[in-house]
């Protein structure tokens, strides 16, 4: 059975950082793309960054320089480092197994960037 569980979001003022965690069970890790998303208030779910089989990573333009993910394939976890905090990058966060066939999603994690 596939899971995947989000933790690591709170309140931060803004300038501030957090670590976002997923651990992931149920998918062959190594192999999958893994992302991160987010849902700001009154917004869709957009693509903050991914990382690859091979470790290749990619950010939406909002976030790069700011936000690092990586993966830890002994640990099945991806995370997301967020430094450099922003009040627009409010919103709950997802992360996101990419599998041949179809995605699976985690709960999500609140973060909340205010001074």
Partial sequence: QVQLVES???LVRPGGSLRLSCAV????FSR???GWYRRAPGKQRELV???DSGGGTTYVDPVKGR???SRDSAKNTVYLQ???LKPEDTA???CCAETPRT???GQGTQVTVSS
């Avoid at 069970?25 to 062959?28: D, E, M, Q, T, W």
């Fill in 32 to 34: 999958d793309v893994m």
């Fill in 25 to 28: 069970s149920g998918v062959i």
């Fill in 82 to 84: 967020m430094n450099s």
């Fill in 92 to 94: 709950v966060y997802y």
């Fill in 8 to 10: 690591g979001g709170g």
């Fill in 49 to 51: 960054a991914y990382i």
């Fill in 103 to 105: 995605q699976y999603w």
């Fill in 67 to 69: 936000f690092t993910i």
